[in-house]
């Protein structure tokens, strides 16, 4: 993937030995795990070993899918990262589905700096890899969240328990909703 620019960001192809460290950073407030269903923050060796074992394993489900770090203009800060990788069931065993998602930094909240990035993943979803449709899960209590799902055109689905071993919130883009609103 080559880099993509927003208003505020560059979004790039996830490399560990570059980011892992400035990523795993962002876990150490426990208000940014609350949400995703961890007790505690992930050890290092362990964030290590899943950012460079999981994204091969996306990538040969959908190629151009992973981790993309989000890095500001400015000050080339690390804010966050976006996901856009095959979503797994409950259990771990890998869907056919795609899920977009997003984890920034405790300091970027309430900027708009989600919805931006979360708005240039999607259109690389839909004109780069030619996606059919997306889903984003996210805790019901997870309101900021699910307002970004809403700012980036998804709609709500369903409740369901069918992936993270979890309770979420399940909403969905497709190609024709996204196509329509484009123009």
């Known amino acids: 993937?080559?880099?993509?620019?927003?208003?505020r960001c560059f979004i790039t192809a996830y490399e560990p030995e570059r980011d892992l460290d400035e990523h795993w950073a962002i876990y150490e407030s426990p208000e940014m795990w609350q949400y995703l269903?961890?007790?505690?923050?992930?050890?290092?060796?362990e964030m290590k070993r899943l950012f460079k074992d999981r994204p091969p394993l996306w990538e040969a489900h959908t190629p151009g899918s992973g981790v993309f770090p989000i890095r500001m203009k400015d000050d080339n800060a690390f804010a966050g990262i976006l996901l856009l990788k095959a979503l797994p069931?409950?259990?771990g065993e890998l869907s056919?589905?795609?899920?977009?998602?997003?984890?920034?930094?405790?300091?970027?909240?309430?900027?708009?700096?989600?919805?931006?990035?979360?708005?240039?993943?999607?259109?690389?979803?839909?004109?780069?890899?030619?996606?059919?449709y997306f889903y984003a899960i996210a805790d019901p209590e997870?309101?900021?969240?699910?307002?970004?799902?809403?700012?980036?055109?998804?709609?709500f689905l369903e409740r369901t328990d069918r992936f993270y071993d979890d309770m979420g919130v399940l909403y969905v883009l497709d190609r024709a909703t996204w196509e329509a609103g484009r123009t």
């Open 1 to 7: 993937m080559q880099s993509i620019e927003t208003e």
């Open 37 to 45: 269903g961890w007790s505690e923050q992930p050890g290092y060796d």
């Open 89 to 91: 069931y409950s259990g």
């Open 96 to 132: 056919e589905h795609i899920e977009i998602g997003w984890h920034l930094a405790r300091p970027y909240w309430g900027r708009g700096l989600a919805t931006e990035a979360a708005l240039a993943i999607r259109d690389y979803a839909f004109e780069t890899l030619n996606l059919p």
């Open 142 to 155: 997870n309101t900021p969240s699910l307002k970004v799902m809403e700012r980036i055109g998804m709609r």
